[in-house]
């Protein structure tokens, strides 16, 4: 066995290893858009972090529903809710902005791999063009 059907099979296994694992994912992603992508997930993670912070807020609710029914009458129900939005941006914006370094990171990674990938299938066909001239 020659050196370029060694060196060919060595790209064809690592080939086909990215396309059974991370390939799969790295192509799902980058069929979009990069601003699609990261916007779309963006949007997920903002309504995963409505949700999240509503079941948190309905749990201490229900905790203290004692202790809110004695204080209803004397707390500043205005300056309540004012700070429970505030909480909310806070949160969700967190959120938002985690969301979104975090899939422009991935969405530039699988952008890579492909690349990587595709000039492997160049690599690779330039070692057959050699084995059939040579």
Do not use: H, P, W
């Amino acid at each position: 066995m020659s050196t370029i059907d060694g060196d060919r099979v060595m790209l064809m296994t690592r080939m086909a290893s990215f396309e059974e694992n991370e390939g799969k994912e790295a192509i799902r992603i980058c069929n979009y858009f990069r601003s699609d992508y990261v916007t779309l997930n963006v949007v997920r993670s903002i309504v995963s972090a409505t949700v999240s912070y509503g079941l948190v807020l309905g749990l201490y609710i229900y905790y203290n529903i004692d202790q809110l029914l004695q204080d209803i009458y004397t707390m500043d129900l205005i300056e309540t809710g004012r700070r429970l939005i505030t909480a909310y941006v806070i949160f969700a914006g967190a959120f938002g902005i985690i969301a979104y370094v975090v899939y422009s990171f991935r969405y530039d990674k699988a952008k890579k791999q492909l690349k990587d990938y595709n000039y492997a299938l160049r690599e690779l066909l330039n070692i057959q063009e050699v084995d059939i001239d040579g």
